[in-house]
């Protein structure tokens, strides 16, 4: 199969990255990991570029893209560090609702989201928390067996410490009652799920190495730049295989979710146990060629150390995702 982006989706990949890089810079994560008030102020950005709109049809006044529009987007988003819904509420959230919501939601909250005026949260499964539900304005979870759309005020979201403290992580309670019970099933929230997060690690992964290739060519050991020694060398060319090979897995996999194939399930565990996979390993080789550095305060590269640490266990862990790729590889087969 040949594939590539459009010059449409390059287009848009070059918006995202402008505007992550203007509305969301390091300094502004570390005014969040301080505690600062979280403001709309990107949100409202991202929302007057279409961003926010991106997965929405065109009748309720978005862009009417799919998985593949998004994937570069993503990692744009990973690449920033983002601390704003975009998985959760452009990936996971408006998909969901478009296929799984009654008319009334659909109407309510695709056209809000399009506008920029409703971030979305997701609680699904047997998920202990969920990222970004004390500045939702729309949960939707999963409870008895149902799917619920929540509006705030019917669920109550408290904050709980975790590891990226720019990536708010949430324990929820919630009154779900037959009005803001969906009309389908989160089967397919799943798969966008993971694949949003590969699609981020990768973004992470890359900003890693970036990173880490601007600091070798300019820290001197015996007189010469780290990143000429052979072991520092082999070791970003290892991470860097891993990185790309995982970005080819996640597009194919978002490739698959936007035309239904029939191996979309398989390709999005695949993409996602490599791209946990691979920023496990550019997570390694950039702390360790830093020195120790990136995991102080002062630098920061130890923002995409742990953004990628959290996101490796978001939707799925690379263990338990390889194994639904057993289950499916044997499904059927003797003993």
């Known amino acids: 199969m040949e594939f590539d982006f459009t010059p449409e989706q390059l287009a848009l ?3 995202a990255r402008d505007l992550f890089d203007k509305e969301s810079p390091p300094s502004r994560l570390r005014e969040l990991w301080d505690g600062a ?6 949100w409202r950005a991202m929302s007057g570029v279409g961003l926010t709109g ?3 049809a065109e009748e309720f006044g978005g862009m009417g893209g799919d998985d593949v529009d998004l994937a570069l987007v993503l990692e744009e988003a990973g690449r920033a ?14 998909p969901l609702i478009a296929v799984a919501g009654t008319d009334e939601q659909r109407s309510a909250w695709l056209t809000a989201i399009a506008a920029g005026d409703a971030r979305v949260a997701v609680l699904l499964g047997d998920a202990p928390f969920a990222a970004g539900a004390d500045d939702a304005d729309l949960l939707l979870a999963e409870r008895d067996g149902e799917l619920h759309a929540l509006p705030r005020g019917a669920f109550t979201a408290t904050p709980v410490v975790s590891e990226d403290r720019a990536r708010a992580m ?5 009154e779900a009652t037959p009005s803001t019970r969906m009309a389908g099933d989160a089967s397919g929230a799943r798969l966008r ?6 699609g981020m690690l990768n973004g992470v992964s890359m900003r890693l190495l970036e990173m880490t290739l601007a600091h070798v060519k300019t820290r001197q050991q015996f007189g010469r730049p780290v990143g ?3 072991a520092v060398k082999h070791r970003l060319a290892d991470a860097h295989v891993a990185v790309e090979s995982s970005r080819a897995a996640t597009w194919y996999a978002a490739y698959a979710l936007a035309t239904g194939a029939s191996d979309a ?5 695949i993409a996602k146990s490599y791209a946990s996979d691979a920023a496990a390993l550019a997570n390694r080789a950039a702390l360790q060629a830093h020195g120790g550095i990136g995991f102080t305060w002062e630098h920061d590269l130890h923002i995409w150390l742990k953004r990628g640490k959290a996101l490796e266990q978001a939707w799925g862990s690379a263990t338990e995702h390889r194994r639904r790729i057993a289950d499916a590889l044997f499904e059927g087969a003797d003993g």
Request: charge should be negative; proline fraction near 2%.
């Open 13 to 15: 990949r070059d918006l």
């Open 37 to 42: 008030e979280r403001t709309s102020l990107c």
């Open 54 to 56: 991106l997965t929405v």
């Open 81 to 94: 560090a983002l601390a704003e819904p975009l998985l959760e509420t452009v990936a996971v959230g408006a």
């Open 170 to 174: 949430c324990a929820v309670t919630l």
């Open 193 to 198: 799920g993971a694949v949003g997060a590969a």
């Open 228 to 230: 000429s020694f052979q």
């Open 265 to 269: 399930a398989v390709s999005t565990s």
